[in-house]
């Protein structure tokens, strides 16, 4: 069975500075999809990054990136020049590409991001 | 424009007492999904529907059905909620399974007294 870890339960960023949120899963699979998604206090979960893992190259989306090492299983988030905005929980998650049987999306238990003013 | 729509936004029912829960979208997505979230954990997955075919988690408690009467709609119904159902349900939906982007609604804040 897949599962998705994500080690730190709080982080804390300073407004403007870079923070970056772990992640790493454990899958016999070979090609699959992982996600980041964040859920705002009280607001709806949205979808920040994703990445497919046939693909090297990092995915981007403005001052979100990923560092994907596959070998590894390993799956980060740095959010450059945090906003206030940002402050969410974050879960990471994965979705095998086959499908079938496999179709959960697995999630981690998330990572509680403050940002300081 | 919202895509994922989940009426009402706080629910209160009191023990024993069933509820619906409701969930829309104008994305015309094959898949819908229901999903339970306590307080500070991941969603947990209840059952989704890939048109009408419905699929049920193994772990999701009998107490839980749901319907979906259309493509657009899709209803949670908890027919005898407990203490422990209280949480917020998450309405998510997808165009197809594993490539695609699950799209997730506000949530139902469900309290039971």
């Known amino acids: 069975a897949q599962t998705v870890t994500q080690s730190q339960p709080e982080m804390s960023v300073q407004e403007a500075e870079t923070v970056t949120l772990s992640c790493t899963y454990d899958t016999s699979e070979s090609d699959y999809y992982l996600f980041w998604y964040k859920q705002p206090p009280s607001r709806q979960m949205i979808l920040v990054i994703r990445q497919e893992a046939y693909k090297q190259q990092n995915a981007t989306e403005n001052r979100f990136s990923v560092n994907f090492q596959k070998a590894a299983k390993s799956f980060s988030l740095k959010i450059s020049d945090s906003q206030l905005g940002d402050a969410a929980m974050y879960f990471c998650?994965?979705?095998?590409?086959?499908?079938?049987?496999?179709?959960?999306?697995?999630f981690g238990k998330g990572t509680l991001l403050t940002v300081n003013p | 424009d919202a895509m994922v729509i989940q009426n009402p936004r706080y629910q209160v029912t009191q023990f024993g007492k069933p509820v619906t829960l409701s969930c829309s979208q104008t994305?015309?997505?094959?898949?819908m999904y229901w999903y339970q979230q306590k307080s500070s954990q991941a969603p947990k997955l209840l059952f989704h529907?890939?048109?009408?075919?419905?699929?049920n988690e193994a772990d999701t408690p009998d107490n839980f059905q749901s319907r979906r009467p259309n493509t657009s709609f899709c209803f949670l119904d908890i027919r005898s909620p407990g203490l422990g159902d209280a949480a917020m349900y998450l309405c998510?939906?997808?165009?197809?399974?594993?490539?695609?982007?699950?799209?997730f609604g506000p949530g139902t804040r469900l309290t039971v007294l």
């Open positions: 529907y890939y048109d009408k075919d419905f699929n």
């Open positions: 998650a994965y979705n095998p590409r086959s499908g079938g049987s496999n179709y959960k999306l697995t």
């Open positions: 994305l015309n997505h094959n898949v």
């Open positions: 998510a939906t997808s165009r197809g399974f594993s490539t695609d982007t699950q799209y």
